[in-house]
């Protein structure tokens, strides 16, 4: 099985930088997910992790150290319309098709 | 490109009834597609996994004759809820992924209502 856990709410203002962690323990690794949705939309993908490292793309960066269970998500000049939950996913390799399992999300609100 | 929609995006049916919601595939070839469930403030609970021609696969705790599943072709799959109660009011959301991709495309979601 799998167990992916993240912050259930963060507060940040307007132009700072917020990191969201995401731990998971998982019984075969194969890519962490990024994803933002927005209250009463479906989530929007941002980023794939699959080897240890840092991923950036513009202002969201996202991060992975396979040895720990840990990832990471870097929100850069946070504007108010990041305002949203963060969804961790993590993919199983030993569950066919691609499935993935989602933390419980992180919800995000931006202050002026 | 990659593109999923889904149908309705919001409906409201009475306690009893049975409620089917599409997802399509709009230009690619879904190989699998999943359905989840989100409620309220919480993240999303994968109820089942579809792949086109065979049977789904279910998640432990989803009742595989109360949320019907039919993936006919790889550009369709089908959820109905049947004999729905107001417990099953929630967000359903679709996901569509092919064996060329690492990515799950997801749709806009159908929201539902049991009064």
């Known amino acids: 099985g799998q167990n992916i856990d993240q912050p259930t709410e963060m507060t940040a203002t307007e132009g700072a930088i917020v990191q969201i962690n995401c731990t998971y323990q998982?019984?075969?690794?194969?890519?962490l997910f990024w994803y933002q949705q927005h209250a009463g939309e479906a989530p929007t993908f941002l980023s794939y992790?699959?080897?240890?490292g840092l991923e950036e793309k513009g202002r969201f960066s996202s991060f992975l150290s396979r040895s720990k269970g840990y990832s990471y998500l870097l929100l850069k000049e946070l504007q108010m319309k990041d305002s949203a939950s963060y969804l961790c996913?993590?993919?199983?390799?030993?569950?066919?098709?691609?499935?993935?399992?989602f933390g419980g999300g992180t919800r995000v609100l931006v202050k002026p | 490109g990659a593109v999923v929609s889904q149908h309705p995006s919001w409906v409201i049916c009475k306690s009893g009834t049975s409620v089917k919601i599409e997802c399509r595939s709009l230009?690619?070839?879904?190989?699998?597609m999943f359905w989840y469930r989100q409620f309220p403030k919480q993240s999303l609970m994968l109820m089942a996994t579809?792949?086109?021609?065979?049977?789904?696969?279910?998640e432990q705790g989803v009742e595989k004759d109360k949320f019907l599943i039919n993936h006919a072709s790889l550009t369709l799959s089908t959820l109905t809820v049947t004999s729905a109660h107001p417990e099953d009011s929630s967000f359903y959301i679709c996901?569509?992924?092919?064996?060329?991709?690492?990515?799950?495309?997801f749709g806009p979601g159908t929201r539902l209502t049991v009064t």
């Open positions: 996901s569509a992924s092919t064996r060329a991709s690492y990515e799950q495309y």
């Open positions: 998982t019984s075969g690794f194969n890519g």
């Open positions: 992790n699959v080897l240890d």
């Open positions: 996913a993590v993919r199983d390799s030993k569950a066919a098709g691609n499935k993935l399992t």
């Open positions: 230009d690619f070839q879904a190989t699998t």
């Open positions: 579809s792949n086109e021609g065979s049977k789904a696969t279910y």
